[in-house]
């Protein structure tokens, strides 16, 4: 199985940045994308970032010129460096992944972290 293990969430105050990591374990022969999705209470699960192996980027509106998205392919690990926060970005933080595991290396699932708490004050 694959595991994906989240850390970097925590309180902050608006204008302010954190960082968050995700790093990827498990039967892994290989790593297609990594994102980070969010959810506040009330909203949907959104897309605010996501990176290919191939390192194409995709942001949400809501976040380019603000988030970063760089990631390790080496050590399977994405990031999220969040800069200039804002209140509205107060949301559970989730990793995202799409893996080719050992066992099925022609077939990309996707795997969810247990999300992060990220949460800024005004």
């Known amino acids: 199985q694959v595991q994906l293990v989240e850390s970097g969430g925590g309180l902050v105050q608006a204008g302010g940045s954190l960082r968050l990591s995700c790093a990827a374990s498990g039967s892994i022969f290989r790593v297609t994308s990594m994102g980070w999705y969010r959810q506040a209470p009330g909203n949907q699960r959104e897309l605010v970032a996501m990176?290919?192996?191939?390192?194409?980027?995709n942001y949400a509106d809501s976040v380019k010129g603000r988030f970063t998205i760089p990631m390790d392919n080496a050590k399977n690990t994405v990031y999220l460096q969040m800069n200039s926060l804002k209140s509205e970005d107060t949301a559970v933080f989730y990793c995202?992944?799409?893996?080719?595991?050992?066992?099925?290396?022609?077939?990309?699932?996707?795997?969810w972290g247990q999300g992060t708490q990220v949460t800024v004050s005004s």
């Open positions: 990176i290919t192996s191939g390192a194409n980027t």
């Open positions: 995202n992944a799409g893996v080719r595991k050992t066992t099925t290396p022609l077939r990309t699932d996707v795997f």
